[in-house]
């Protein structure tokens, strides 16, 4: 009795090692999926999140500062302020021109690949988009772009193939990029960012090369049309 009792227990042990073992093959052979994000790209998302933070934080400073003179009894000039405030929305609104310092970019067709006759087309609406939204992170006050100068509402779309700003065709493969900086020092910024970035590898893949100028103490660049202004209105 006790040797048949025996053999039962003994079986019984087996067969929960057996299935234990069989688990942990099993598990070994075929591990749990996992999602991995790769850990520079993490780290870009962060940077950007990090950027846009920062632009936000510098906007609210930036009103809060407007505010408190409005509130301030002791400013003498309210008018000032008022026709301040409203310079400042005419010229990110595009109406007014801007000088400043700044940095000019120019984008032309790799020579070596006009040698052997490959065909060249302007830059893309997507590569200029992101070239443009990477300047705005980088406290560019004023854009114009092929003599075009961007403004808040301002459009760059591919229609019929061909890359436009504002429904205006950017014909030349070698076009011109004025940047307007706040200051001499964000200019000297943003010049050390592009050299750092991958834009004019990017633009090299394209057949075109995009050529970084030094940072200047003053950059001009034009509104984005003449402001139409009516005298005289009549009730019919």
Do not use: C
């Not at 790799?110 to 443009?132: D, M, T």
Request: glycine share 4%; net charge negative.
């Amino acid at each position: 009795m006790m040797t048949k009792k025996m053999y039962r227990n003994i079986t019984i042990i087996s067969f929960i090692i057996g299935f234990m073992l069989a688990v942990q093959y099993n598990t070994v052979q075929n591990p749990t999926e996992r999602t991995t994000v790769d850990i520079w790209e993490i780290r870009q998302q962060l940077f950007a999140e990090q950027e846009r933070h920062s632009e936000l934080l510098s906007g609210i400073s930036e009103l809060t500062e407007t505010v408190n003179k409005y509130e301030d009894a002791e400013f003498d000039n309210p008018e000032v302020l008022l026709q301040q405030t409203v310079d400042q929305l005419k010229e990110r609104a595009g109406i007014l021109p801007v000088e400043g310092p700044g940095l000019t970019l120019a984008v032309g067709p790799s020579p070596e690949l006009v040698e052997l006759g490959y065909e060249i087309k302007p830059v893309s609406p997507e590569l200029l988009i992101r070239l443009i939204n990477d300047l705005n992170r980088y406290n560019a006050r004023a854009i114009e772009v092929d003599g075009k100068r961007l403004s808040y509402n301002s459009a760059i779309r591919d229609i019929n193939g061909k890359t436009t700003i504002n429904s205006e065709p950017i014909q030349n493969t070698d076009i011109e990029i004025n940047i307007i900086t706040f200051t001499y020092e964000q200019a000297e910024k943003m010049k050390n960012h592009l050299l750092a970035s991958t834009f004019q590898d990017e633009f090299y893949i394209d057949n075109l090369v995009l050529t970084i100028h030094e940072a200047e103490q003053n950059i001009q660049i034009d509104s984005v049309a003449p402001v139409q202004r009516i005298k005289y209105l009549s009730e019919k």
